[in-house]
């Protein structure tokens, strides 16, 4: 950590210039969770959403945002990503859901906006398809739980994250 690349002198936003960096092997996680009420939990985990399949969906809506994330955030590199998951776990005791984002490439720039960007979207899409039963669902804590590969070397958040995240 140090200063921040994305400004030039002048403290205009600029794309980072990465061509010089090493490729290598990268990877990162993140996460997030969504609480929806009773009725929404029991629909999806018993697959019963009138919708169709609400996590079946979510997870190609996160791969696909993942795929499309330099076209959503301004300064991001447009990466040739070769493999991103979406996967969830429930949380009974809570009613949340928790998704998680992995995406890996060899590269000269990380995935972690890649990986935030799938866990995003993927609980948007939850939130749509489930909206009719429950609006006052909330999406909270994504963040990134891990990263490997270039020159930061490997990140992993510590349990809970002194920011009170539930992993």
Known sequence: MGELTHFDSSGNAVMVDVTD?????RRAVAGG????????????????AKKGDVLGTARIA????????????PICHPLMLTKVTVDFEFKEETRQI???CTAKLSGRTGVEMEALTGVSVALLTIYDMCKA???????SDIHLIEKEGGKSGHYMV??????GLSH
């Open 21 to 25: 960096k090493e490729i290598t092997q």
């Open 133 to 139: 039963l429950d609006r006052g669902m909330c999406i």
């Open 33 to 48: 969770l969504i609480a929806v009420n009773e009725e929404v939990y029991a629909a999806i985990k018993g697959g019963t």
């Open 98 to 100: 928790k998704c998680i």
């Open 158 to 163: 510590k349990e809970n994250g002194g920011k």
């Open 62 to 73: 996160g791969i696909m945002a993942a795929k499309k994330t330099a076209d959503l955030i």
